[in-house]
């Protein structure tokens, strides 16, 4: 598993040293998984990072920055909608199965609309819909790591991930699928579904 990690937090995450990426990318390296750190301050760095991602087969792109319904915000204070960021993963000759967006509502549903227009995307889309913490996301990506690095970049790693995150993290995590059949993404955990997980193990 090869994992790109950008890092757009606000300033006000690098004065209380609240950054996902640092700290996700020190989880990668305990785990033993190959991985790469860059920080994406503006637009023209964010489009980098996701060359490079999109030229050398990488299986996760993670983004870490704020966001909302709309779309996201870079460290400069520029937004930039799901839209443009669907369109930035174009260029390249592959797009990571996985994108792991470490972003308030960065599993909206407007993310999964615009890359299910587009001929390049990833295979899941892994997020929550509401604001959480820097904590949150923190015990989220453990987890979620850890079933990649067991399972592989697969969507029943990540199933099994939201399983746990759901109960003990919240709620408000979901990720969508890629479903070849109906040429949509599936949004998991499906309508009525409910986890109740009292243990957690590690294999």
Avoid at 44 to 51: E, N, S, T, Y
Wanted: with cysteine; aromatic share 12%.
């Amino acid at each position: 598993m090869r994992v790109l990690i950008a890092e757009s937090g606000s300033p006000e995450d690098f004065y209380k040293h609240e950054l996902d990426g640092p700290a996700t990318y020190q989880l990668l390296r305990l785990l033993g998984v190959e991985s790469e750190l860059k920080y994406v301050i503006d637009r023209k760095h964010l489009r980098a990072a996701i060359q490079l991602a999109t030229s050398h087969k990488t299986d996760v792109f993670h983004l870490s920055c704020h966001g909302d319904k709309d779309g996201i915000e870079l460290c400069d204070g520029e937004e930039i909608t799901w839209s443009t960021l669907a369109m930035m993963f174009q260029s390249g000759p592959y797009c990571p199965d996985a994108l792991v967006m470490s972003a308030c509502c960065g599993a909206s549903s407007g993310i999964a609309d615009q890359f299910a227009k587009r001929d390049k995307r990833p295979l899941i889309i892994f997020g929550t819909t509401q604001d959480r913490s820097y904590s949150q996301f923190a015990v989220a990506w453990s987890i979620l790591y850890r079933r990649f690095n067991i399972g592989g970049v697969k969507r029943k790693a990540a199933h099994e991930a939201l399983e746990h995150i759901y109960a003990v993290v919240h709620p408000s995590f979901l990720y969508y699928g890629w479903d070849t059949k109906q040429d949509d993404y599936a949004v998991y955990p499906e309508d009525g579904t409910t986890y109740d997980v009292t243990e957690y193990t590690s294999e």
